[in-house]
């Protein structure tokens, strides 16, 4: 059985990109992951010789960390159209899933550098642009050891129950905020981040809702890492804990600091949205990527001396797979298209880009920050994303980024189960790809939020 490819008609731009996507996912990334899932230590992963840091600097080398960066920061934002990036993210999904979120999540601080009121941290979005040795490394740093789910929750009413505050907590002093506190081994780049985009807690007595975001660099006195994590999936992943002891963060790196902005529903809801909507491109590629081992299977093994590619039943079950690969695949583009091509919100009717939103939230931090915590603006900021002519759309679009990545990562996870029963007793064994696609699936529904919890936190946007 062969098969169409759904993105043919993108334009011959788009189709050279994604081709490079592919060929560097199938010969770097794709071999660098299955050798660093054989590492029994997970330091071994980030060794200084470690084939992960041919994956980063190759990942930069075709300019793929730039997508998300404006020209004006040395990115190339804009130069392609906006599915470029789920289609990238869709190649290194399909090449190895943990590496994929690693090089996606390292991007994040320095994306959300860009609404920066200063000017200095606006210019971590050049440096890294620039940067093709990884030497900066983001990480988006949320879960905390008593707090998980607590956050996904924490966009719902619940959120706001003050036994559910923070464990890292940000307490303002003068110029500074003094940060103390842990971030979860489960931290992905955790231990050779950089920079992190930072949830902390900055009010209380307001539970999740109470929670403010920062951009820290990780090299400031009172930071410190665990070992990293060592796990069933994704092992080719690093994750591990970030340690906060009395550590003094001036306030321009405060780039949230809106007491109850987590509490506006379509804050929330847009935040799950955006984040999820990745997830949905990467696995709908890991989907396919067991899928096409299945494939591969099929049309060279037999059963009673015919290819298994000529039995009924597995003909059945591997049309059935297809479908299901390729509408997962139609429907997780496009939700991450819409949330990097036309993101309408609470600035604006119409749609607008993502690169536009993105200056404009910059912009309204700016006056937030000259008008010296003047909090009538902030009263004003929060109502207008509370505000139902533009809270019902985000709630909307939040929904259908939460829809994509529960659907894309429980069709990897079944597409990996059938294809494992169809290998039968060659499933467990390491020569094949198959029991490691398994347990990289199986990571992902608890990826960026447990599926059952996303599914609860989102149901509010029906
Ligand atoms: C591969 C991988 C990568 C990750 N990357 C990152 C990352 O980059 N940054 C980061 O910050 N985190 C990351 N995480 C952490 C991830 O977001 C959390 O694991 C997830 O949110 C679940 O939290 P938890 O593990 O603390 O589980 P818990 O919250 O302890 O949940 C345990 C169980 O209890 C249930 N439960 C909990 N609370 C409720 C409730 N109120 N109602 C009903 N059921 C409930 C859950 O559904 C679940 O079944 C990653 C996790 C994985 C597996």
Aim: charged share 25%; proline share 4%; net charge neutral.
């Amino acid at each position: 059985m062969g098969y169409l490819d759904i993105d043919t008609r993108i334009g011959r731009r788009l189709n050279k990109l994604r081709d490079a996507a592919r060929t560097f996912g199938e010969e770097v990334v794709r071999p660098a992951g299955i050798a660093l899932d054989k590492f029994q230590d997970p330091s071994d992963v980030i060794n200084k010789n470690s084939v992960l840091w041919d994956v980063f600097r190759g990942y930069r080398e075709h300019d793929f960390h730039k997508l998300m960066i404006p020209r004006a920061f040395g990115g190339t934002m804009g130069r392609y159209p906006s599915i470029a990036l789920p289609m990238v993210n869709e190649q290194m999904g399909y090449a190895d899933g943990g590496l994929a979120i690693s090089l996606l999540v390292s991007s994040m601080p320095f994306i959300f550098a860009l609404m920066s009121p200063e000017a200095k941290i606006r210019d971590w979005a050049r440096a890294y642009a620039a940067d093709k040795n990884a030497s900066m490394i983001g990480c988006w740093a949320i879960t905390e050891p008593a707090h998980g789910t607590d956050w996904i929750l924490g966009v719902s009413k619940a959120g706001g129950d003050p036994r559910l505050a923070p464990s890292l907590t940000a307490v303002k002093k003068g110029d500074e905020y003094i940060l103390n506190g842990w971030k979860s081994a489960w931290v992905s780049n955790g231990t050779i981040a950089t920079h992190a985009l930072l949830h902390v807690g900055i009010e209380q007595s307001m539970g999740i809702h109470g929670s403010g975001i920062a951009l820290c660099p990780l090299d400031l006195p009172g930071i410190s890492k665990g070992a990293p994590l060592d796990k069933m999936g994704q092992r080719a992943l690093n994750q591990g804990e970030i340690i906060f002891e009395e550590v003094k963060l001036n306030k321009k790196y405060m780039l949230l600091n809106i007491p109850g902005i987590f509490g506006a529903n379509a804050f929330g809801h847009t935040f799950l949205g955006i984040a999820n909507s990745t997830m949905g491109s990467t696995f709908s590629g890991q989907a396919k990527a067991s899928l096409d081992e299945a494939l591969k299977f099929v049309k060279t093994n037999e059963r009673d001396g015919k290819p298994l590619s000529e039995q009924p039943d597995i003909k059945i079950k591997m049309f059935r797979m297809f479908a299901k690969v390729e509408s997962t695949r139609l429907f997780s583009l496009r939700v991450a298209n819409h949330f990097l091509s036309r993101f309408s919100g609470p600035f604006m009717s119409a749609g607008t880009s993502f690169r536009m939103t993105f200056w404009m939230i910059g912009k309204a931090l700016q006056t937030y920050a000259s008008l010296n915590e003047n909090h009538e603006f902030i009263r004003n900021f929060t109502k207008r994303f509370t505000h139902p002519e533009h809270a019902g759309e985000l709630m909307d679009w939040g929904k259908y980024g939460v829809g994509s990545k529960i659907n894309a990562t429980e069709t990897a996870y079944q597409v990996a189960k059938e294809a494992f029963e169809i290998f039968g007793e060659k499933a467990h064994v390491k020569d094949y790809p198959i029991e490691k696609m398994l347990r990289d699936a199986r990571a992902s529904t608890i990826e960026d939020g447990i599926n059952d919890s996303l599914a609860l936190a989102s149901f509010e946007g029906l």
